[in-house]
């Protein structure tokens, strides 16, 4: 099964007006958007700046690096640009919460809407931002390609069936082969709800070109990014 192709956004664009006449539908069970950091100039990150609550504008602030910042509000104002259509709200005004910790059980677990029917997952990593929407629950993961030494540190969060897996490629296969079965997995245990509080090691993706869904209940798919960056979104089934 091939990748998945998001659609790549410009930021602002038209479709990104703070107002919006009326809701409109999903155009089918998934959509996937990419923006590239680097490919925004300053008009772009003032107006990202705009749509961000108080909270998210304090995040970004305690960003060190700026491109750590950029990246942080450029992935949050495309989330809120491509949820306020489907609401028919302003961007800035959504009604947007934090869902039970499943760890804890605290409000500070994934974000989410307070409108039902509708579900997103969003992921950033260096100059990519990815956005999932869906009908259904849904998990979104993009990653940098992985260090060797990420990849000898991090077996024990893989299924053992995968370390066998990458044990049997030679070494300069096993970052990307490494990096493709971790978004998987992030992507799988994001559209869960429970994140890296459940063990990862507990469900096998698959190491090799075609992702192994770890359950009869969601379709698990890659995603097409640019070189050097590996990405991954996990649909439960209606």
Known sequence: MDPLCPAVLDLPGPLHRPYVARPRALRGPLELYLAEVGAQDERALRW???LLDGEERAR??????ARDRDAYVIAHATLRA???????VR???LPLMREPCAGCGAPHGRPALRAPG???????????VLVALAGTPV????????SAEAVRSAQCALHATEVAELARLPAYERPAAFTRTWVRKEAYLKGLGTGLVRDPALDRVGTGDRPVSPSPRWTLRDVLVPAGYAAAVALRRE
């Open 48 to 50: 990202a700046q705009e």
């Open 60 to 65: 970004a602030g305690a960003f060190r690096r």
């Open 82 to 88: 491509l949820l306020g259509p489907l609401l028919g």
């Open 91 to 93: 961007a800035d005004e």
């Open 118 to 128: 509708l579900h997103f997952s969003l992921s950033h990593s260096g100059d990519l």
């Open 139 to 146: 998990g979104v993961d993009v990653e940098g390609l992985a």
